[in-house]
């Protein structure tokens, strides 16, 4: 979960050369960053540099990264008529240079560890088109769904095809796995989440054209549907740190795989603390396959990267015991 970020010396030093989006945007930039926790940090699998809001971009909107702030539409949708300006993209022309990132990463890590690549749910993207940028009270959405909900399906339904065609494009250009992410799943009722949120996660999984690729599925905050997401189509279900996985595991984890679930702020603690909560999440899964250990959500911009290096080793070297 942001492998690559600010937390890294190596990062900072590419980003004080170039800004977020133009970062984004150049594949030798993007495919250079992606690989830097592969090699300093020892991670399992490379996650492709990248922004969820590329998506709305690519579909019209104008979007701006403010430094302190996060990521801003000055032109939020909150109408039919700012609506019909999102086009129906094909992800392989106005997102190629995300596609190019994908396939250069591929071949720079010449088969050392897989590649993922991702997307925000419909849901979140949503969100952040209809609030404009990061919120609290998530009102306006909110306003959406209750008082034109047809108006939030409509551009639901658009951004689940668009969605589906951008990770169907990311296999096609190298990524071994597809994650969606489903940040703000959490902020909505069940009933809601179900028909807002992961009715729209089924679609885009439905619409990706994959052999073998796995397709891992996180809504953060949603303890109240797992058996739901699982039925997805999804195979592997990402938790957060609120979550029993020994709990889940009972549930679901018959059906599919559990990624995750370690709070990102644990990485503040001294190294013996790191190495504790590590045994305790990975016995709270038990013995047996099925388990990517993961962040429960992003690591943190001001974490030493000698405490992400410390987990990493901790994992490999307290997971043979569980392995069968």
Not at 36 to 56: K, M
Not at 78 to 95: C, F, G, N, W, Y
Not at 201 to 219: A, D, N
Request: glycine fraction near 8%.
């Amino acid at each position: 979960m942001r492998q690559a970020g600010r937390y890294l010396p190596e990062y900072r030093a590419v980003r004080e050369k170039t800004d977020f989006l133009t970062l984004c945007k150049t594949p030798e930039l993007a495919a250079e960053v992606t690989i830097q926790p592969v090699d300093i940090i020892g991670v399992d699998a490379a996650i492709i540099f990248s922004d969820i809001l590329v998506i709305p971009e690519a579909m019209g909107m104008h979007l701006e990264i403010e430094e302190g702030k996060g990521p801003v539409f000055h032109d939020p949708i909150r109408s039919e008529e700012d609506a019909k300006k999102l086009e129906l993209i094909d992800p392989s022309e106005k997102l190629k240079y995300v596609l190019d990132a994908v396939s250069l990463t591929k071949k720079e890590l010449n088969g050392r560890v897989p590649l993922i690549g991702f997307s925000g749910s419909p849901w979140t993207l949503l969100t952040y088109m209809v609030e404009g940028k990061g919120s609290k009270s998530f009102s306006q959405v909110k306003k959406m769904i209750y008082s034109n909900p047809a108006l939030a399906h409509s551009i639901l339904d658009k951004l689940a095809i668009v969605a589906g065609n951008y990770l169907s494009a990311k296999i096609e250009a190298g990524a071994n796995a597809v994650q969606i992410f489903d940040t703000w799943g959490g902020i909505l009722n069940r009933d809601e989440y179900l028909e807002f949120s992961l009715r729209y996660i089924e679609k885009t999984i439905s619409l990706i054209k994959r052999k073998k690729e796995p397709v891992i599925v996180f809504s953060k905050g949603v303890h109240h549907s797992l058996k739901k997401i699982a039925a997805s189509g999804t195979d592997v279900v990402g938790l957060d740190w609120t979550m029993n996985l020994k709990k889940v595991r009972k549930t679901i984890g018959q059906k599919v795989a559990l990624q995750g679930n370690l709070d990102p702020t644990v990485l503040y603690a001294p190294e013996e603390k790191i190495r504790e909560e590590v045994k305790r999440v990975l016995k709270s899964y038990g013995k047996g396959s099925g388990h990517i250990f993961n962040l429960g959500h992003g690591i943190l911009p001001d974490i030493d990267p000698e405490k992400a290096k410390a987990l990493v080793k901790f994992v490999k070297e307290e997971s043979v015991k569980y392995h069968n």
